[in-house]
């Protein structure tokens, strides 16, 4: 057995899950052995296709499995005024001569989890519909994950979504509902937490400056959403699934988690996708989320310029 931790990522790039995803590919601990893919900032098509691309870049040789083309019961609308048309900055980059590998995204996670079962590092970067339906097709499979780590949610309703709403949340809150409620613990990295965890587009034009071959295509892929978050944002970059992955990689720099029970709202004339955090442990329901409150910024600082070569 490889002394590496296995590590399993669902993903739908996307500029921040590139920049997580260089993360983990030049990780020791871990040995990284699939992709699964969601729709989700853009349409499947584009989201396998670009972490195709990613992997040829970095020179990563790894399946990669196509999962559902849309949510489980809702349409919902992508992220490509984020992103891109394409989820990578529409910089108009040659494809990889790769193609995903034939077997289903959910049909990979529940059997990567009986491999590698209690071992097993699952981070999910994007909506959580792949997961929802692995655990339709196998209820047994969160026992078998070592540590889920989820990338989603706004704690206290300070959404960027619509108001209270997450992204990877309210593009599929069904599935986030049938995830949530199965898993009887999980680690959670929210949107509010990403934010106080930006760093100085300056100094991340720096670092890619000093990269390398991947700073140089991270650089283009992400010219678009970064131009569009100094617009929005000021002067900080957040880059919310490079931070998930952070607490993945390297749990020692969580500073300060709280762990409380957490549900999905699936109706609400203005909540729908919300995250409802019981801060107050008013229901009675066990804690079934640690949240990330703090992470060690030069940590997370000096991952993202490893997986640049900076
Ligand atoms: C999340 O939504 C997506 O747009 C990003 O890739 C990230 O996973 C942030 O809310
Ligand atoms: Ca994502």
């Known amino acids: 057995m490889s002394a590496r931790i ?15 995803l260089l993360m983990a590919f030049g990780d020791p601990r871990h040995e990284l052995l699939a992709l699964t893919i ?52 529409d910089t108009g980059y ?28 699952l981070v999910m970067l994007g909506p959580l519909t792949n997961l929802a339906l692995a655990l339709r097709l196998d209820p047994d499979l969160p026992s078998r994950i070592g540590r889920l780590v989820v990338m989603g949610g706004a704690v206290t309703g300070q959404g960027n979504t619509s108001v209270p709403a997450e992204f990877n949340i309210a593009f599929d809150p069904e599935a986030a509902e049938v995830v949530f409620r199965a898993f009887p613990q ?16 300056r100094d991340f034009e720096a670092w890619l400056a000093r990269g390398d071959a991947r700073a140089e295509f991270y650089g283009a ?41 957490l549900a999905v709202e699936l109706e609400g004339r203005l909540s729908r996708g919300a995250t409802v955090v019981d801060w107050l442990r008013r229901s009675g329901r066990p804690d079934n989320a640690r949240i990330v409150m703090d992470y060690d910024q030069a940590r997370f600082e000096a991952q993202v310029r490893a997986a640049l070569g900076a």
């Open 38 to 89: 969601a729709a989700g900032n853009v349409g499947l098509g584009h989201t396998v296709a670009n972490a195709l691309k990613l992997c040829d870049v970095a020179g990563v040789d790894v399946p990669v499995h196509a999962g559902c083309p849309v949510p489980l019961v809702h349409p919902a609308a992508d992220a490509a005024y984020v992103h891109g048309q394409d989820g990578f900055g």
């Open 6 to 20: 296995p590590l399993l990522i669902d993903t739908d790039p996307g500029v921040d899950d590139a920049l997580a």
């Open 94 to 121: 040659v494809p990889s001569a790769r193609q995903a590998d034939p077997e289903h995204a959910a049909l990979a996670i529940v059997r990567l989890a009986k491999a590698h079962a209690g071992r097993l590092l």
């Open 221 to 261: 892929i992400s010219a678009h959403t970064r131009r569009w978050s100094e617009g929005k944002r000021g002067d900080h970059w957040h880059s919310a699934d490079a931070l998930a992955m952070a607490a993945a990689l390297q749990p020692e720099g969580v500073r300060r988690a709280e762990h409380r029970p």
């Open 186 to 201: 999980f680690e959670l990295v929210d949107w509010e937490a990403v934010v106080r965890h930006g760093f100085l587009h």
